[in-house]
């Protein structure tokens, strides 16, 4: 099974910061590496999809990069509504696996 | 516009069975593939199990393997999940989710989820 780690766990921010989310894949994913956002009580929702792309609707301050094992999330101009939890997950393969979760606090 | 709807969350006995519901609309359900992804209380997102739009792919986690079972009915528009022999670990908020267009399967839309809490 391909193991997801996030890193941060959680990360302390103020509105109008750039916040960095790091995702690693135990092994090559290729960019099929999607990026989901939780409020609490809520159900997930997409964000990026195929490391990089936008999900339609999504705010342009929210991007993605990487490729193969290493990706990240940013979120520029950070708002009162990023505060949430982030979640990646590699869907190039069976079983399909999330990361552990990066909480997004406001400092 | 895409809704889902779960169902059938419930208190259970350990050891017991339930069948979770998923009732799609707003888009071609027959053409799209399905998964579940469950959260315990206060945990992280587990991936659980996927369907094939026309039901010739299936595939489970090896935490449920041999006790849930996936299936769907194209007909009425519903996804299905039959779960049995209940743990107190199988205790979290169920959520169906549909597989988006572009070839890279990811989650487009998700259900509002459903609680299921086994406790004797």
Redesign the interface.
Known sequence: ?IQMTQSPSSLSASVGDRVIITCRASQSIS??L?W?Q?IPGK????LV??AS?L?GGVPTRFSGSGSVTEFTLTINNLQPEDFATY?C?Q?DS????????TRVEIK | EVQLLESGGDLVQPGGSLRLSCVASGFVFSTYGM?W?RQAPGK????LS?ISGSSSST????SVKGRFSISRDNADNSLHLQMHSLRVEDTAVY?C?RV?R????????????TLVTVSS
């Open positions: 099974d960019n099929y999607s989901y939780q159900a997930p929702k997409l999809y195929g792309t999900e979640y997950q869907s069976f079983p399909r696996t999330f990361g552990q979760g | 998964h992804v992280g997102l587990e991936w996927y595939y489970y986690s090896d959520y989710a988006g572009g070839g890279y399967r990811q989650l487009d839309y998700w259900g509002l989820g």
